[in-house]
């Protein structure tokens, strides 16, 4: 089993920036399809965005253009840049393996929060 340790969470003001970095354990990290996802106080987790194993993204409508995901093979990291932040991206947020495309994510970490202030 994949192994996924989040970190770079914290408290940020509206308009501010902040990086998430998610390490995962395993030799074979360039094959993994990596995602991030939030979940905030009374909602449903939500997919923030994805990378595949060849470097193609996705992301939600509501962080479009703000976040931008990342990975560095090399490091078995992936990261999210987060800009503008607003207060409605207050969360817990994690990464997830998908080891093969459309099967559903098979590891998660433990979460880091992010809290986006006025």
């Known amino acids: 089993q994949v192994q996924l340790a989040e970190s770079g969470g914290g408290l940020v003001q509206a308009g501010g920036s902040l990086t998430l970095s998610c390490a995962a354990s395993?030799?074979?990290?360039?094959?993994?399809?990596m995602g991030w996802f939030r979940q905030a106080p009374g909602k449903e987790r939500e997919l923030v965005a994805k990378?595949?194993?060849?470097?193609?993204?996705y992301y939600a409508d509501s962080v479009k253009g703000r976040f931008t995901i990342s990975r560095d093979n090399a490091k078995n990291t992936v990261y999210l840049q987060m800009s503008s932040l607003k207060v409605e991206d207050t969360a817990v947020y994690y990464c997830?393996?998908?080891?093969?495309?459309?099967?559903?994510?098979?590891?998660w970490g433990q979460g880091t929060q992010v809290t986006v202030s006025l």
């Open positions: 997830a393996v998908e080891l093969i495309a459309g099967r559903g994510y098979d590891s």
């Open positions: 395993g030799r074979t990290f360039d094959n993994y399809h």
């Open positions: 990378i595949g194993r060849r470097g193609i993204t």
